[in-house]
């Protein structure tokens, strides 16, 4: 069931189309995630569903409630939607303890002063906050103002929680951690997340669905394995993961790698002239006998993996091996073989 | 010949001993890597080399020259000593364009005009720079500011360049990319490179050799890449070279127990460590072989994060947590990805003893 | 192979030395000679003295007038400053930007011809203002009246309030708007928002800005001086200025100043403690990366009536003022109407090429000025230059000695520079211009240090060291990189000192001597023989030279940035 409806919404900032008749459905508990790199329209199109830019075009609803309607000239602000934000830079007052960051949403909602502990408490347990709950936000690390911001956004209990790139102000293995404590989350409240993000294995991670977005249109929407296996075209392709693309011509009903005689295998529709192949760098093999002949011009190994720079014809391949597979050294001849394929039309 | 000897120097500011009786040797044409966390001296090291700064105590020899005498506090000047050095903040000078940037070195030098241009537009086509001399460094991207600072530390060609974590400030990609100039650069010139960086991938991928500093300013290990990666001297070095999975364990009859009496899931018949005392077994992600379930030692999948080309998992092993990571593709044509709950089994490529009580101090 | 050298030979040891001794004499020593006289009595400490010394009647007095006029002035002008400062970086008022310039004009306006200005305006018999509202309603009584305790903190406002405006502007913008957002979300209004979250976010810079105003207003000479004279009202510099000037020098009269400018020095001293207190206590982290546009309040139906508003400040506050000034140096005589026929040119000309007097006053200040900021300048380079880049042992004294020209009041150098040159240590400046020099440099050091601070704190150490691994000695080091790159910081530092030097009043009215006038002297002294018409096209030509050099300076600055 659709829960939060996006209807051609549209948004424009002097000549610029930031956002381009955007239709959207996101289902109700459902984990979305909008990626892309930056000025694709993913910060704007959740700027709009929280109220902070209006729409040049289109209407937003939520469940049953229409939230802006251009053409109607109606317009919900930020304040009377009752979503829960998260921020990229924390957004945490430091003025206030963590507790009445928390409590902020709910003393403006006039609760009584029981329920309003109640729930601060609650949210500030899930958040494994409660033992700093007097301190002051300054006083945690990066990792603490986030979940400050999670418990002070589940406050209210809102049915839609908006995350605008959370995890990207903190390192690395700590973004590991809170992935999974949003995911679990999620999980107790119920809530449906709309998630921005520009680094694609968070958004796979988390999400049910990905949307893929570049200069303001859509292109895909679908689940996680289902872009990465089936990328709609080449820039989600180049997007989603690192990526070779390899220039072939046609030529007699063969494939050839562009500007040598070696012949790929190619199984796809019938094509003629100059076009594309996309592989992944772990997607390839190296085999002893046949495959696509090619010499290791560099070898860098990085310990998990093993990075190989393959020449083949006058282009460069990327292939990654896991350091279990089998090794070759610089000046090799190497046959490769390509697991998972796409071919693209050429630029 | 550019080596670089460093005999038990030792180092203090104010009361707090920064390095103590370090000694070091970078052979000449190597790239040697220091590689540490931060705060643990690596750059103090360096910047001893350098001459910024005076040792307390030992020596430092660059090639035949001894430059550093700590016993006199004696020392050449750092613009004698005829160095490269990149500094992770580029330090390319604001008020002039890259081609007076680079061209700065060989003035100093009082390289004839006709040779001083013909060489700096050669290290400017070398490092990628070609119409970009009359730029301003403002004008430039971050990436581009590193080459000016590389070319700047190269046009006068030392016979050793001392590189400062040149990309921390760069963005993943072009880190990428840089490492792999640099890299081709030294093959290039034949220049000894000491490179100073607390970034584990930087330093496998460039190195030679590779020395991890501990937060002590102790050396822990010096060696190659591979060898430093495949068998690490102690935790603290199998820790710092990427994610591990470490495991308490117990020697009890001959086997190796987990807490709960869970044995280490441990194939093949190596040598146990002696009875009775603690341990810690160590291994990496890429360790872990995931088997179906009723194979190896049984497990649960807690958590399973689809992250494209690797599906990483989070598995139940005696009450302790451990992670691995497989082939999205191929574990979904072999035998299907698992989900979280599922049962499976797991059996261990390669383990590391450790002794338990080194924890406390890694 | 080049020669091993021991590392220390004494050139940063000397450095400091010498920085140490330029503070000690100028600023130092006349500081504690002021403490010294008034504690000390015949060699022996004597708190006794100090305490009778300040329960005289007219120094009680002094001391509550100048806390009650600090008082109104700093709360009138955190209110104006900070308001105006909403205004202009958070609503939608039109024509933000250039708003934003008008209201820091008054920033390089001294308040003195201000006040001057005003008194022609609003002086209860005279003022145009009063005759002119007297004239239209038919009013027996002036409806202002000037000379009191409410004018004065008026017109102190009308120039110091850019103090808060220019922090709370700069704290507005910097700060990340998505602490505003996430209130909103959480479902505050706007005006929810302003109160609970902005407000207490801008709360140490507003406190900071009305720190320094009554820092500032406690220690200012010009204003009082020009409007309280006539009802009685005094506050600590304009008794200090009228004990040491009536008496001539006699030594009691001399210790009554001490002991007020120990006062001065005291609370100075607690005012930029407490300052840095609140700043660093308050400096939230709420400076952030990503920048999405600020919200913007709308003012909806108050837009047009609050940006008229804005404007009839300006107007009232800038512009009159300085018309009026213009138009009274053109009269023959002060009290005739201002109609063309009675405007003229030849105020203007007579003291600028006929009047001894004027035309001394004028070179007076021209080459104090320059004198002042060329060695300021140079002196500031080198002690920034210990203080932020040298590892010297010892270097914690230069810090503190570093401090204390910020703290340390316009009178009080006046007073300190007169016990210190006056013979007391062979050397006597008294009644020359050389004793100006000295207190304009001890004045203006603390300029001069915060400019080239800056300049020097962004030449990162790595840039030198990258020029001596290039191969270049520390002097040619200094030469290439260091030098060029703090030339902005110096040239501003030179004329952060040139301009208020050409209108300074408080220190140079304590130390002129009848051939040493200065610009501010000759103004302050002509007004008050009733020479009006003269003092006001002195004034006149006086902003002519402030104006062009800062539009010099706009000019370099905008140059460099573009």
Not at chain 2, 229 to 241: K, L, N, T
Not at chain 2, 312 to 338: N, P
Not at chain 3, 130 to 158: C, R
Not at chain 3, 179 to 190: D, K, N, V
Request: glycine share 8%.
């Amino acid at each position: 069931m659709s829960y939060v409806r996006l209807v051609n919404v549209t948004k424009k900032f002097g000549s610029v189309t930031a956002v381009d008749k955007l239709n959207l459905e996101i289902n109700k508990g459902e984990c979305f995630s909008m990626l892309g790199p930056s000025g694709c329209g993913k910060t704007t199109t959740l700027r709009m569903v929280a109220g902070f830019e209006d729409l040049d075009d289109g209407e937003i609803h939520v469940g049953e409630r229409l939230l802006s309607a251009k053409r109607r000239n109606f317009y919900v602000p930020p304040e009377k939607r009752d979503f829960g934000m998260v921020f990229q830079a924390f957004a945490v007052w430091p003025h206030l303890s963590v507790y009445e960051n928390v409590a902020f949403p709910l003393r403006l909602r006039k609760l009584s002063s029981q329920e309003i502990d109640a729930r601060t408490k609650d949210a500030l347990e899930h958040t494994n906050l409660l033992h700093v709950a007097n301190d002051s936000p300054d006083s945690l690390s990066g990792g603490g103002k986030q979940r400050v911001a999670l418990a002070r956004a589940l406050a209210i209990n809102p049915d839609v929680m908006l995350l605008d790139e959370p995890l990207s102000s903190l390192d690395p293995h700590l973004r590991e951690e809170m992935r999974f404590e949003i995911k679990d989350l999620q999980r107790h409240y119920g809530f449906t997340i709309i998630y921005v993000t520009h680094d694609q294995s968070e958004a796979m991670a988390l999400s049910d669905r990905i949307m893929v977005m570049k200069n303001g249109v859509v292109q895909q929407i679908d689940t996680p394995f289902n872009v990465y296996t089936h990328p709609a075209n080449k820039f989600v392709f180049s997007f989603i993961g690192l990526s070779n693309f390899t220039d072939v011509a046609a030529e007699d009903a063969k494939v050839y790698v562009k500007g040598s005689d070696l012949i790929l295998p190619y199984s796809g529709e019938e094509r003629g002239g100059l076009f594309t192949m996309a592989t992944r760098p772990s997607e390839i093999d190296f085999v002893a006998e046949g495959g696509l002949r090619g010499e290791v011009v560099r070898r860098t190994y990085l310990g998990d993996i093993v990075d190989y720079s393959i020449k083949v014809g006058e282009q460069f391949l990327r292939v990654q091996k896991g350091r279990n597979d089998v090794r070759l050294n610089e000046g090799e001849i190497c046959g490769l073989k390509f697991k998972h394929p796409f071919w693209y039309d050429a630029d | 010949m550019a080596t670089i000897e460093v005999k038990n120097v030792a180092k203090k500011y104010g009361k707090k001993t920064v390095l103590e009786k370090l000694s070091l040797t970078v052979k000449d044409g190597e790239c040697f890597t220091l590689l540490g966390p931060s705060g643990c001296g690596k750059t103090v090291l360096l910047r001893l080399i350098a001459g910024f700064e005076v040792p307390d105590e030992g020596t430092i020899s660059i090639g035949e020259d001894l430059v550093a005498d700590g016993s006199s506090r004696r020392i050449i000047a750092p613009n004698e000593r005829g160095l490269g050095v990149v500094f992770q903040d580029y330090a390319v000078w604001p008020h002039k364009n890259v081609y007076q940037n680079i061209a700065y070195p060989l003035e100093l030098a009082k390289v004839p005009a006709e040779e001083l241009k013909k060489r700096v537009m050669d290290t400017v086509h070398l490092v990628g720079l070609t119409n970009l001399e009359k730029r301003l460094p403002s004008e430039l991207s971050g990436g581009q500011q590193q080459r000016v600072a590389l070319a700047r530390a190269l046009v006068a060609r030392p016979a050793l360049l001392l590189l400062d974590e040149p990309l921390c400030n760069l963005d993943a990609n072009l880190r990428e990319e840089m490492r792999f100039e640099i890299k081709m650069l030294q093959r290039n010139l034949g220049v000894t490179i000491l490179y100073v960086t607390h970034d584990q991938e930087v330093a496998l991928a460039i190195s030679d050799r590779v020395g991890i500093m501990d937060e002590k300013g102790t050396i822990r290990q010096i060696a190659s890449p591979e060898e430093i990666f495949e068998h690490p001297v102690d935790e603290f070095v199998f820790r710092f070279m990427g994610v591990t999975n470490i495991l308490d364990v117990r020697i009890e009859g001959g086997k190796a127990l987990l807490a709960d009496g869970t044995p280490v899931p441990w194939l093949k018949d190596g040598e146990l460590p002696a009875e009775g005392t603690k341990w810690h077994v160590g291994f990496r992600p890429s360790d872990v072989m995931l088997l179906p379930a009723g194979e190896g030692v049984p497990s649960a999948i807690r958590r399973a994060s689809f992250l494209g080309a690797m599906t990483e998992y989070r598995l139940d092993l005696g009450g302790q947590e451990i992670r691995t990571e497989v082939d999205t593709l191929t574990m979904h044509m072999d035998s299907g990805l698992f989900k979280e709950g599922d049962p499976c089994g797991i059996g261990l490529r390669q383990i590391h003893w450790f002794p338990a009580e080194e924890k406390e101090d890694a | 192979m080049p020669v091993m050298k021991r590392r220390s030979f004494g050139v940063p040891e000397m450095l400091l030395f010498l920085s140490v001794a330029i503070l000690v004499i100028v600023v130092a020593v006349p500081v504690l000679l002021i403490l010294y006289t008034s504690f000390f009595v015949d060699g022996h400490f004597n708190a006794g003295q100090v305490m009778s010394i300040l329960s005289e009647p007219d120094i009680y007095e002094a001391l509550l007038n100048s806390l009650f006029i600090a008082s109104g002035t700093c709360i009138m002008s955190t209110f104006i400053g900070t308001l105006f400062a909403w205004l202009v970086v958070r609503t939608d008022l039109p024509y933000k930007g250039f708003m934003k310039t008008l209201f820091l004009v008054p920033f390089m306006l001294p308040s003195f011809i201000g006040a001057i200005a005003w008194k022609m305006l609003l002086s209860p018999r005279s003022g145009y203002i009063n005759i002119l509202l007297m004239d239209l309603f038919n009013l027996e009584e002036p409806v202002f009246d000037i000379y009191g305790y409410g004018g004065i903190m008026a017109i102190e406002t009308m120039y110091l309030f850019p103090f808060v405006f220019i922090q709370v502007c700069g704290a507005l913008e910097r700060m990340d708007p998505t602490l505003e957002e996430s209130a909103r979300i959480s479902g505050a209004s706007l005006l929810t928002i302003t109160r609970k979250i902005t407000l207490p976010l801008m709360a140490p810079s507003i406190m900071s800005g009305a720190l320094l105003i009554v820092l500032y207003s406690m220690a200012h000479f010009g204003t009082v001086a020009v409007l309280g004279m006539e009802n009685g009202i005094f506050n600590i510099p304009v008794l200090i200025y009228e004990k040491i000037h009536q008496s001539a020098g006699s030594f009691d009269s001399i210790r009554a100043g001490t002991v007020m400018a120990a006062v001065l020095i005291v609370s100075a001293a607690f005012i930029i403690w407490l300052q840095n207190k609140v700043l660093s206590r308050g400096r939230y982290q709420i400076i952030a990366g990503k920048s999405f546009r600020p919200m913007e309040v709308k003012l909806r139906g108050l837009r047009i009536p609050l940006f008229i508003f804005c404007l009839a400040y300006i107007g009232f506050t800038i512009v009159l003022p300085t018309v009026t000034i213009f138009l009274v140096g053109g009269l023959s005589t002060y009290g005739v109407d201002i109609t063309w026929e009675n405007l003229s040119l030849d105020n203007y000309k007579f003291i600028l090429f006929e009047w001894d007097l004027t035309r001394d006053a004028i070179w007076n200040s021209v080459s104090l000025g320059l004198g002042a900021a060329v060695i300021t300048m140079f002196a500031g380079v080198m002690i920034s230059y210990v203080i932020v880049k040298m590892q010297v042992r010892g270097k914690g004294i230069l810090e503190f000695l570093g401090m204390l020209p910020f703290s340390v009041p316009g009178s009080v150098i006046a007073l300190g520079v007169i016990l210190a040159w006056s013979g007391k240590f062979g050397i006597n400046l008294y009644n020359t211009v050389w004793i100006i020099l000295v207190s304009y440099i001890a004045r203006y050091m603390a300029f001069s240090l915060k400019a080239n601070s800056a300049a020097l704190e962004q030449v990162h150490d790595s840039l030198v060291e990258a020029a001596r691994a290039c191969g270049a000695g520390m002097g040619q080091a200094l030469k290439d990189i260091v030098l060029p790159l703090v030339r902005p910081g110096m040239f501003a530092a030179f004329f952060l000192i040139f301009l208020p030097a050409m209108r300074e009043l408080t220190v140079s009215i304590m130390l002129y001597a009848p051939t040493t006038r200065t610009i501010g002297v000759a103004i302050y002294t002509l007004n008050e023989d009733g020479e009006t018409v003269l003092s006001a096209a002195l004034a006149g030509i006086a902003l002519i030279i402030i104006v062009t050099g800062q539009s010099v300076i706009k000019y370099f600055q905008n140059r460099k940035a573009g």
